[in-house]
């Protein structure tokens, strides 16, 4: 065959790159775990012959597929954003790639990517559903597979985790809207079977109990994280002998939902109520007005999470297996002093 037309081998790399063929193997599949230097000869190599990586060839070799299942509740929802560009960007540099489950809260679709992972076709699962998935037998025992939760822990799992620290940063925000002169504060609740809210809420108790504030339940509304359920709090607000003078939701969507609400009915935020929310999503500060809120390092804990869970895949020991990442209190135009 004429060498022209046949296709480059690793061991044309190798030769290229003054390197052996286990090198150039190791370069490609575990990149920080070769010298800079070598590294980088590997790369000029690979472009100078051409060489293209068999993918499946060194999965049946490895038996490992270099992939990770992302399972997300909703991948329409903003937050999740920043999460998955975390994960995306730690995966690429360690030479993984990204598959996204979105499940919809769907258990039948929960259950097709647990087998899907059971079947072996990834090396690992980022679970950002807040559960466990069940079982092909059935249950909720963990699936043979190591697995890392992000965003919020799994209750009554020993799975590693990274999360922000809900509870020190609900009770940094109502410690704000106090230092605001606010004594009538509100709280937009998440779904009462979500350990989020249980933090977050727990946080805005332990700030009022701080200042000698008993918690009122007329001022605790229900929500979802939806806007629809924000706008529903502004009502029930409204219909009070007294307005709060500041509520604090404990999501950004339902925060802004707030400011609709009262705002339609003729309402000024913040001159009339102060309006706190939390995530800190992409247009928060854009919303009109700008909102104030917890600001979630959501890309870091994408990455943390990734970085613990390729730590499992190749048989290391994660440097902590519960991580509390701190947030930060963006003041912003919907809130003021009173």
């Not at 995306?88 to 647990?114: C, F, K, M, Q, W």
Request: net charge negative.
């Amino acid at each position: 065959m004429d060498e022209r037309l046949r296709k480059p081998r690793i061991d044309d790399v190798a030769r290229r790159a003054g390197v052996s063929t286990a090198t150039v193997s190791r370069a490609l599949a575990t990149p920080d775990q070769v010298k800079p230097k070598t590294r980088e000869a590997v790369e000029k190599a690979v472009l100078e012959t051409g060489y293209v990586l068999n993918v499946a060839a060194r999965n049946l070799r490895t038996n490992r597929t270099h992939a990770v299942l992302a399972v997300v509740p909703d991948v329409a929802n903003i937050f999740f954003s920043q999460v998955l560009r975390g994960i995306s960007d730690t995966l690429h540099e360690h030479g993984y790639r990204l598959v996204i489950a979105d499940t919809g809260n769907d258990p039948e679709r929960e259950r097709d990517h647990a087998e899907f992972a059971q079947a072996g076709w990834v090396d690992g699962l980022l679970l950002l559903n807040g559960r466990l998935l069940p079982t092909p037998a059935g249950g909720r025992r963990r699936l043979a597979v190591p697995t890392v939760s992000l965003c919020e822990r799994i209750p009554g799992s020993d799975i590693p985790y990274v999360e922000t620290a809900n509870r020190e940063a609900a009770r940094a925000m109502t410690e704000r809207l106090l230092q605001l002169g606010h004594r009538r504060i509100g709280y937009v609740s998440g779904p009462p079977n979500n350990i989020l809210e249980h933090d977050r809420f727990a946080g805005y108790r332990d700030a009022l109990a701080a200042r000698g504030l008993a918690p009122d339940p007329t001022l605790v509304c229900p929500g979802d994280y939806t806007l629809a359920t924000g706008e529903a709090a502004a009502s029930a607000y409204l219909a009070l002998a007294e307005l709060p003078d500041a509520v604090f939701a404990s999501n950004d969507a339902m925060a802004m939902g707030l400011i609709r609400g009262f705002t339609a009915a003729g309402l000024s935020v913040p001159e009339a109520i102060s309006i706190a929310g939390f995530d800190d999503i992409e247009f928060a500060g854009a919303y009109n007005p700008a909102l104030t809120t917890v600001h979630q390092a959501r890309s870091e804990i994408g990455a943390r999470a990734t970085t613990m869970l390729i730590d499992l895949i190749e048989g290391r020991q994660p440097a902590s297996r519960e991580v509390h990442l701190p947030a930060e209190i963006v003041m912003r135009d919907s809130t003021r002093e009173r």
